[in-house]
């Protein structure tokens, strides 16, 4: 599967912002979906992550605050980000985790966050 993020952007702390991934290529239905995020200076983490079966995990640092969603009949998986706070910021990348096809990114989507 093939990802595009999208959605990214500069926002004020207590601000929100939604991020969109758009998945083409087949078996999405198939596929774990996350978000994960790297902030500058630091490693990849997971910020949130979506079962096709609709069971979700988010890190302890955003729940609460972020909700994570998927649309298998659109190809797209979305993170609703509300409360942002200046430590979310970084660059976000879609991943898609598929047991035969394997693992895929997207190109990452830059949020910023001031405060």
């Known amino acids: 599967v093939q990802l595009q993020a999208s959605g990214g952007g500069l926002v004020q702390a207590g601000g929100s912002l939604r991020l969109s991934c758009q998945a083409s290529?087949?078996?999405?239905?198939?596929?774990?979906m996350s978000w994960y995020r790297q902030a500058p200076g630091k490693q990849r983490e997971l910020v949130a992550g979506i079962f096709n079966g609709g069971h979700i995990n988010y890190t302890d640092s955003v729940k609460g605050r972020f909700t994570i969603s998927r649309d298998n009949t659109k190809k797209t998986i979305a993170l609703q980000m509300n409360s942002l706070k200046p430590e979310d910021t970084g660059v976000y990348y879609c991943n898609g985790k598929h047991a035969r096809y394997g693992n895929s990114w997207g190109q990452g989507t830059l949020v910023t966050v001031s405060s």
């Open positions: 290529g087949s078996s999405f239905g198939g596929y774990f």
